[in-house]
C-alpha cells in the first residue's frame, strides 16, 4: 500500500508541474475536455471500484476545498463521500496516535507456561482449579481464569473429557505388573501343524516359552498356567495382570489359574492383536530371525530349538526399549571402555549352528 501511495503522489505532482507553464485558456479548455470524458464514463460504468490508495489521494488533494465548491465539481462520487473519507483518515490518525503500544493481558512468563502445561499433560485428571491449587503450593501466583485460558490455547481438553483412560496409557501403568500370553502356529517339514504358548513380561520383556503341543486342549493348557503363576512367584514378580487374546485355546479351567494367584485376567479386543502388540511383536522377532531360518524336524526338536532362542533373547539380545540391554543381562559399566583395551579379543559363539550368534570378549 505504502508503495502504491507514493507512486500515486509521484504522478499527481509531475502532473500539476505540467500544468505550470499553461496560459488560463488552455487549462479551462483541459478541464472542459476532461469534464466531458467524464460523463461519458459514468454513462458507461454504474458503480466505480476504488481502491484504498485511491480514496486516500482524492481525500488528500480535496480536503481545502470548501463543501460548498465541493459540490459543484463534477466527480465520480458524491461529495459527501469525500468528506466522509476525509473524516475517516483523519479518525484512523487520531486512534493510531492515541493507541496504546501493548493491548490486552500481558503474556505470562514462559517458565510460568510451561509448568502449567506440564503437570496438565501428565495428570490427565486435573482441571483448571487443581492446577491453580498446585502452582499456589508452590508459591507461584497465577490467576485461575489464565490457566484455564493456557489450557484451552494449547488444545487441552477440560478434564471432565480427559480422564478416561486409553488402552496404550494402561498398558504404560501397568507394564510392571503386566505380562501377556499367546499362542502361535509353526509347520514342520512334514506339514505338520504345532502349537506354541509363550509369555512375555512387559516391563523386562523376558520371555518363558511354556510348552509346545500338537492338539492343544483344555487339560494340557491349564498345567501350563500354574507353572506359569508359580515361577512368577518363585522369582518374585508382581504382576497382578495377565493379558491374552480371545483365542478359543483358553478354557474357562485356564482362566480360573490367574484369579487364584490372584491375578486378573485382561482380554484384548476382538480381531485386534495391536492390542497384545508387544506379544505379537515377539512372534514376528521369533519367525525371522529363527523359524523362517530353521527346518523343523517334530515337536522336540521346535521345543529344543525354542529354548535355545529364549536363553538367546534373554541373556544376550538387545534391546531398544531397555536401552539395548537385554531382559536378564545390564549393559557394562560405562566407565570402563572396552575401546582402550588393547588388543580387543572378542570372540562369537554360536547356537542352533549358526543361525544365532553372540559376540563377546574373551574371558
Not at 101 to 117: A, K, M, Q, W, Y
Not at 181 to 198: P, S
Not at 252 to 261: E, G, L, Q, Y
Not at 263 to 268: D, H, N
Request: charged share 25%; aromatic share 6%; net charge positive.
Amino acid at each position: 500500500m505504502l508503495l502504491r501511495m507514493a507512486y500515486l503522489t509521484m504522478t499527481s505532482t509531475f502532473s500539476f508541474l505540467r500544468l505550470l507553464p499553461r496560459t488560463d485558456r488552455d487549462r479551462e479548455v483541459e478541464i472542459l475536455v476532461l469534464r466531458h470524458q467524464l460523463e461519458i464514463v459514468q454513462r458507461q460504468v454504474a458503480r466505480p471500484a476504488f481502491t484504498p490508495e485511491d480514496r486516500l489521494l482524492l481525500a488528500g488533494l480535496l480536503h481545502r476545498l470548501p463543501p460548498a465548491k465541493l459540490r459543484h465539481l463534477t466527480l465520480v462520487v458524491r461529495p459527501d463521500t469525500i468528506l466522509r473519507w476525509h473524516h475517516n483518515l483523519l479518525r484512523h490518525r487520531h486512534v493510531a496516535a492515541s493507541a496504546p503500544r501493548g493491548r490486552g493481558r500481558p503474556r505470562g512468563v514462559r517458565s510460568i507456561r510451561v509448568l502449567v502445561l506440564r503437570p496438565a499433560r501428565e495428570s490427565s485428571s486435573w482441571g483448571y482449579r487443581r492446577l491453580h491449587g498446585e502452582l499456589a503450593t508452590l508459591g507461584i501466583k497465577v490467576a485461575a481464569s489464565t490457566i484455564w485460558e493456557l489450557l484451552k490455547e494449547h488444545g487441552i481438553d477440560p478434564c471432565p473429557e480427559r480422564t478416561a483412560v486409553t488402552w496404550s496409557a494402561f498398558l504404560r501403568s501397568q507394564a510392571e505388573v503386566l505380562p501377556a500370553c499367546d499362542f502361535f502356529e509353526v509347520r514342520t517339514l512334514t506339514g505338520a501343524r504345532l502349537y506354541v504358548l509363550t509369555v512375555i513380561e512387559h516391563a523386562t520383556r523376558r520371555v518363558r516359552v511354556l510348552g509346545v503341543t500338537a492338539h492343544p486342549p483344555g487339560r494340557w493348557v491349564t498345567p501350563l498356567g500354574r507353572n506359569l503363576v508359580m515361577d512368577l512367584r518363585d522369582v518374585g514378580s508382581a504382576a497382578t495382570f495377565l493379558l491374552r487374546d480371545r483365542d478359543a485355546t483358553f478354557t474357562a479351567a485356564f482362566d480360573a489359574v490367574p484369579a487364584d494367584a490372584p491375578m486378573r485376567l485382561v482380554k484384548s479386543g476382538v480381531r485386534m492383536p495391536r492390542m497384545n502388540s508387544i506379544m505379537e511383536r515377539w512372534i514376528q522377532t521369533c519367525r525371522r530371525e529363527l523359524l523362517e531360518r530353521t527346518l523343523i524336524c517334530n515337536q522336540h526338536h521346535l521345543l529344543q530349538v525354542l529354548r535355545e532362542f529364549e536363553i538367546f533373547y534373554n541373556e544376550h539380545r538387545p534391546h531398544r526399549a531397555l536401552r539395548q540391554a537385554a531382559p536378564l543381562r545390564p549393559l557394562p559399566d560405562p566407565s570402563t571402555d572396552p575401546a582402550r583395551i588393547t588388543p580387543l579379543d572378542i570372540h562369537r559363539h554360536d547356537r542352533l549352528g549358526g543361525v544365532l550368534k553372540e559376540y563377546q570378549h574373551a574371558a
